[in-house]
């Protein structure tokens, strides 16, 4: 039998104590925000790790902020020698319910029916906690002692920008160029599929201001919102177009997604509707606009381009004045599909479904802006259990067989890129 069949017949003897696992986190609802229960769950995840031999640290970020404690697990099994270091990375925070008459499944109740484990975070990502952990205990159970090192980390706050957990681990230099050769990000991306990365994000508010008036003599006041609608004009008209004709040639999934984008995503002027109205004139007006950009573009010329088209609304009512404020800019990023950690991923995939795998990178951000832009790790990508379509979504699943297969094609990478001990 070869390494990799024996290591392929443990993740299949492991079966149900790693359904077991995840049930049990699935039951810990961590619901971010705030980011609850995530000293439980951090608990749970390390005392297992502890158990499977690994030297476990509970890694917090330097500044607490408001708001449920932080806490990240950062975990290490040491091989025959310290390198090459393979990490994995998921997140155990989870988005919260939404509306519970649209669940036919229990949220938190890690119900087994169908050949799915239901529930909130069970794929996204909560199966890749769990796949990671058994890929390497298989090795383990299959007699085989890795040459390379690995670790574990799992971490907080990823679906509200990870900055309290993948960036505090990269700041701490517990994700770095110094130790840590390749990582996994073992997001619900699909079990036959690679990420390599991910779009630029551009996330800024514009405001408006004028003057207020009696609402029944507007031409005394200087109307905020009307000005913001004809800045908006400006952008469907100029902008949209522009961005439509800028494609990418990065496999992003859904491929309607290759192009730069823009929406706006909040809008805000004069009274609340909740309110009795009185006749004013709104002298402020603000929106929230989501741009996201492509590999090709830089974000230099991205946030030109929007200052431009402002100053050209500026220069064309001078009694309105403007102002635009960053709120998150996060880089493109992407690992070529031919890097190691894509290779030995994507051959494994090929080896436990008898198919190719699919590379693609993701339309929105996730942590690996982090492990690259922060860590200084270039061999990163996601891969992980889940259909990406159900993520977010009432009734979450994971499919067990997708896990148990995930599983075996993260055992298979470990094998390949740590090698093993004679
Ligand atoms: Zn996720």
């Known amino acids: ?235 469907e008209r100029d902008l949209k177009p522009r961005l439509a004709g800028r494609v990418t040639q990065m496999p992003v999934e859904p491929p309607a997604a290759r192009h730069a984008s823009i929406s706006l995503n909040a809008l805000h002027a004069g009274q609340s509707p909740e309110v009795e109205q009185t006749p004013m004139v709104p002298d402020a007006c603000v929106a929230i606009f989501d741009r996201r950009f492509i590999a090709e573009e830089t974000s230099g010329d991205v946030r030109r381009e929007i200052e431009d088209l402002v100053a050209a609304e500026g220069a064309a009512d001078p009694e309105i004045s403007w102002a635009v404020r960053d709120l998150m800019l996060v880089e493109p990023t992407a690992t070529p599909a031919d890097a190691p950690v894509a290779r030995a991923t994507s051959d494994a995939i090929k080896t436990v479904l008898g198919r190719s795998a699919t590379i693609i990178a993701s339309p929105g951000t996730y942590d690996q802006k982090h492990v690259i832009g922060r860590g200084g790790v270039a061999d990163c990508i996601a891969y992980g259990p889940g259909r990406l379509e159900t993520a977010h979504r009432p009734d979450e699943y994971v499919d067990l067989e997708d896990l148990a297969n995930a599983t075996k094609v993260m055992a298979l990478a470990a094998l390949s890129l740590l090698g093993t001990a004679s």
């Not at 008459?101 to 975070?121: D, H, K, Y």
């Not at 993948?166 to 110094?178: K, M, P, T």
């Open 1 to 235: 039998m070869s390494d990799a069949d024996r290591v392929c017949a443990a993740v299949d003897e492991l079966r149900a104590d790693c359904i077991a696992f995840l049930s049990e986190l699935v039951r810990i609802p961590t619901v971010n925000p705030p980011g609850e229960r995530y000293e439980d769950a951090a608990r749970l995840i390390g005392d297992r790790l502890r158990a499977l031999g690994y030297a476990v640290d509970y890694v917090r970020p330097r500044e607490q902020r408001d708001g449920p404690p932080r806490v990240n697990v950062m975990a290490r099994l040491e091989g025959a020698v310290a390198r090459p270091t393979l990490h994995f990375n998921g997140h155990f925070d989870v988005v919260p319910v939404g509306d519970p008459a649209a669940w036919t499944r229990e949220p938190f109740g890690a119900q087994i029916a169908a050949g799915r484990l239901w529930g909130r975070g069970t794929g996204d990502q909560k199966a890749g906690i769990a796949a990671s952990i058994y890929a390497i205990e298989a090795i383990r159970r299959a007699g085989i002692r890795l040459r390379g090192s690995v670790e574990q980390s799992a971490t907080v706050d990823e679906e509200s920008g990870g900055f309290a957990g993948v960036a505090e681990l990269c700041e701490q230099g517990f994700i770095a160029g110094d130790r840590t050769d390749h990582v996994i990000i073992t997001e619900p991306l699909d079990v036959d599929r690679v990420c390599i990365g991910h779009r630029g994000v551009y996330w800024f508010e514009v405001t408006a201001r004028g003057l207020t008036a009696h609402g029944s003599m507007p031409d005394l006041g200087r109307n905020a919102a009307e000005a913001m609608a004809r800045l908006i004009t400006r952008i």
